[in-house]
């Protein structure tokens, strides 16, 4: 253990707006090893802990030690208080480390003791010096334990006070897709979602295009807003567009886990010559038709740019950046009871709701069944509360068949 923790390795420094990754705690610092294993170009990587064992294997260009008089290296023992502490005894070396950066993102995992207490105090630093912070922050796994939950809930709320925008990731949520998957490769789903971001964030803004979003942008649409979506697809073939878009608008781990009631949207497309305008078009128009899925008033705010290369023959990426989302109606409308129950209820597949989980006497405008994407031969179907329609019924595609009496 002779390595010196705090210097710099193998970061070169790109011109442009600087990005920095911040990964606080173990499974923070963890989280971003991603990014380093693919050497990704232009991004500074700073891991921070109070254990400085864990520290020593991290692959960030800058490793800082925080609290070593206090913890004497050996982390804080899950108290979020020692966290907390330690990050304010030191808090000139993190300015130091991120010093220069515009936009940095802060990757932890919440419920322990230096994630979940030095996080906030790290955001703070960024904002007094200007940065636009973004904060990547994982949730803790249920059979943690209620304590563990709620020091996580805690740190979360104390989080989204302190810096521009938030993305939850949920690790319960891991559960729920593929079961015959190796644990390694589920587990890296996290990891995958906060490579994406960064990646698709740095793309955005200093990938030549031939229109071009830039860091003023990003600026004007993530600063203060709070919950946040970055979403990134790519698809191939016949159903390219198709594929790209749902993998963009829809995730299964995050919590906020598509873009619906977004006000504010950035939308980034790499296309190959292959693809037409009028596919660039319907791209913009599925987006903002997604947006407004059960938020009829919305009007987004989308702003658009684009790239078109060789080497994107037979392919094509899309970036989506949603902020300033409207408030679930089902929270509007709903009674304690109700919300309470649909809480509790297990949650359902990705794109789905079961007809089961509706509330019988409430009004709910989500689709249930496949959702509705182009290619699709059915409609979902929607059940339309009686307070608006006078009768509750269903629609689909055939009306005849589908329209009748609740």
């Not at 994982?138 to 938030?166: C, H, N, Q, W, Y």
């Not at 229109?211 to 790519?234: F, P």
């Amino acid at each position: 253990m002779d390595e010196k923790v705090g210097i710099s390795v193998g970061y070169e420094e790109a011109s442009g707006p600087k990005i920095t990754v911040v990964g606080i705690g173990g499974a923070g610092c963890n989280s971003m090893n991603l990014l380093a294993e693919k050497e990704v170009e232009g991004i500074r990587l700073v891991a921070i802990n109070t254990d400085r064992y864990s520290l020593a294997s991290s692959l960030a260009h800058v490793k800082l030690q925080i609290g070593e008089n206090m913890t004497k290296g050996g982390g804080t023992g899950g108290d979020p208080e020692k966290g907390r502490e330690a990050a304010r005894k030191d808090s000139d070396k993190i300015a130091a480390a991120i010093e220069g950066t515009d936009v940095l993102f802060i990757a932890t995992g919440l419920g322990g003791g230096t994630g979940t207490g030095a996080s906030p105090v790290v955001a703070e630093i960024a904002k007094e010096n200007g940065i636009l912070t973004i904060a990547f922050a994982i949730m803790p796994f249920d059979f943690e334990g209620p304590e563990t939950i709620k020091k996580a809930e805690e740190g979360l709320e104390e989080l989204r006070s302190k810096v521009d925008a938030i993305m939850v990731a949920l690790n319960s949520n891991i559960k729920n897709g593929d079961g015959t998957r190796p644990p390694k490769e589920a587990f890296g789903e996290i990891d995958a979602i906060l490579y994406d971001s960064v990646i698709a964030l740095r793309d955005v803004i200093v990938k030549p295009s031939d229109m071009r979003l830039d860091l003023s942008d990003i600026k004007a649409r993530l600063s203060g807003k709070g919950k946040t979506v970055i979403g990134v697809g790519e698809g191939t073939g016949e159903r390219k567009v198709e594929e790209a878009l749902e993998k963009a608008l829809h995730s299964p781990i995050l919590e906020r886990n598509n873009i619906r009631g977004a006000k504010s949207i950035l939308l980034h497309i790499g296309l190959g010559p292959d693809t037409d305008v009028k596919t660039l078009f319907s791209i913009v128009e599925d987006v903002i038709k997604e947006a407004r899925e059960n938020f009829p008033g919305v009007e987004p705010n989308l702003k658009m740019g684009y790239f078109q290369s060789e080497d994107m023959e037979g392919r094509i990426r899309i970036t989506v950046i949603a902020t300033d989302f409207e408030e679930e109606e089902v929270e509007k409308t709903m009674g304690e009871e109700e919300i309470a129950r649909n809480v509790s209820a297990p949650a359902a597949p990705m794109g789905t709701a079961s007809p089961a989980s509706l509330p019988e006497d409430q009004g709910w405008d989500a689709p249930y069944g496949p959702v509705n994407r182009k290619g699709n031969e059915k409609k979902n179907r929607v059940k339309i509360p009686r307070s608006i329609t006078g009768s509750d019924f269903l629609f689909g595609e055939d009306e005849e068949e589908d329209e009748k009496e609740i």
